[in-house]
């Protein structure tokens, strides 16, 4: 029995890793109605404690996965269930941003980024819930599948947790602050966020032109690495060996809301890397970036003056009032104000660039505070995720450890602009040594 054989025979289909699946699916050891009907099992048994989606249709996905199952792989992806936050729009399924202005709108084509996958063989699921039009306002109602007392992440709230809970092998999320790699983190499953504007938001609905990027969730690096070559992000095939590899351990200017477990996670990954053989130093950013967790806050808010202005004008009754307070300039950001946040920006990325060389592969830095908050009305604080957004930076986020509360808690790498090709292959070199348990997650939530 060869590997392939003996992984199928040995788990349900929903339990594979989106690369372990497309292997079997390549080989005709599984068929994409068997991976399908298995993670339709999945979510039918879980759903009501997870609450993940908000538009599926388990009979037209098993048509689609018959069809599919009809036809010669046709791209990376083939025969891949892929779950889409419900601000991306689909041509089989509404698009409602989790908001009662749109609510059963279907504007019957679909995003750029869900073309690319379509177009690469994947079967489109159904759409995760989100926070309403990825900004602010209603909550989803997902909840974290280790603890549904606490939430998921957002805003990027269902789709990381289904990636987590085994419903389905892939997701897209969304970040404008911190909104895909924090899920990643309180969910403990992988999550890549490329460099800005490398996956195109055509179909997306935007809240900042200058932050918002489209990331993918997965259960493994090498996921990652399978949907970014459907993006022609091509996988490196540059060696990497973990000793010698220099590594910048961040703290970053929001070191004084890390919590015991977000310190834990970073002290952890950083001792693997170490007794690795990596060279694991302290890097403390200069002084500019220090003002960019200020200056994300002024142009998110600054661009969502613009982005929600149509609903203030049309739909101003049912709009949320964090959404009319962007629009009405609640913040008081003035014209000289969002210009010196973005020419601190522009100052700042070609800074953060220039660490990287001889002396820098890679930094480590947190996803998050610590574990999950506690509670349905929150999200968590995007505070280490802001900073890398504004710079535009590709990052990926890797499970590390739980926390006192049994909760998993990751660490982020991150790299140079457009650097999303060697940061992934970085990435699953140092994995392993980050993540050593990774069928924790298997252990905890299955059965």
Same mark, same amino acid.
């Given at each position: ?91 089989? +399924? ?34 995760? @819930? ?55 983190? +309180? /969910? ?5 966020? #490329? ?55 961040? *703290? ?35 002084? #500019? ?20 202005? #149509? ?5 101003? @009754? ?12 609640? *913040? ?14 522009? *100052? ?32 968590? /604080? ?19 450890? +739980? ?45």
């Amino acid at each position: 029995m060869d590997f392939a054989t003996s992984v199928l025979t040995a788990t349900d289909p929903a339990q594979l890793t989106a690369s372990e699946a497309a292997a079997l699916i390549r080989s005709r050891q599984l068929s994409c109605e068997e991976l399908v009907r298995a993670c339709l099992a999945r979510i039918d048994a879980r759903e009501a404690a997870v609450r993940a989606w908000l538009w599926l249709d388990p009979a037209h996905v098993i048509r689609r996965a018959r069809e599919l199952d009809k036809l010669p792989p046709k791209g990376p992806l083939h025969g891949l269930p892929f779950g889409v936050k419900d601000i991306i729009d689909t041509a089989d +399924f509404p698009t409602t941003h989790n908001s009662p202005i749109y609510d059963g709108m279907q504007v019957g084509r679909d995003a750029a980024c869900v073309g690319v996958v379509r177009g690469s063989g994947a079967l489109i699921l159904g759409k995760t @819930d989100t926070v309403e039009f990825a900004s602010g306002g209603r909550k989803a109602l997902t909840r974290n599948p280790y603890n549904p007392a606490h939430t998921p992440g957002g805003s990027s709230s269902g789709s990381g947790a289904a990636v987590g809970d085994f419903q389905v092998p892939l997701a897209f999320g969304t970040q404008t602050g911190g909104s895909h790699i924090r899920p990643a983190s +309180f /969910n403990g499953i992988y999550g890549h966020k #490329p460099s800005w504007n490398v996956v195109s938001r055509e179909g997306v609905r935007m809240s900042s032109m200058t932050l918002d990027t489209v990331g993918w969730y997965g259960r493994s690096v090498d996921d990652l690495i399978l949907v970014g070559t459907a993006f022609r992000i091509p996988e490196d095939k540059t060696p990497v060996t973990v000793k010698g590899l220099r590594v910048g351990l961040c *703290r970053s200017p929001a070191w004084h809301a890390i919590e015991p477990a977000g310190e834990l996670a970073l002290a952890t990954a950083a001792k693997r890397l170490a007794d690795a053989g990596a060279i694991v130093e302290d890097l403390e950013l200069p002084e #500019p970036f220090n003002r960019l967790h200020d200056a994300h806050a002024d142009i998110v808010n600054a661009e969502g003056r613009a982005s929600f202005l #149509p609903e203030y004008i049309n739909a101003y @009754d049912i709009l949320a009032p964090d959404l009319k307070a962007k629009v009405e300039n609640a *913040r008081g950001t003035t014209p000289e104000k969002l210009l010196a946040s973005y020419a601190l920006a522009d *100052r700042c990325r070609p800074l953060f660039d220039a660490l990287f060389g001889p002396a820098l592969d890679v930094i480590l830095t947190p996803s998050a505070p610590g574990e999950a908050p506690e509670g349905l009305h929150t999200t968590g /604080n995007a505070i280490f995720n802001s900073m890398w957004t504004l710079l535009h930076v590709p990052t990926v986020g890797i499970p590390c450890c +739980f926390g006192a509360r049994g909760l998993p808690v990751g660490v982020t790498l991150a790299g140079p602009q457009l650097s999303d090709a060697r940061l992934l292959g970085i990435a699953k070199a140092l994995a392993p040594v980050i993540d050593t348990d990774p069928k924790a997650g298997l252990d905890r939530l299955w059965g």
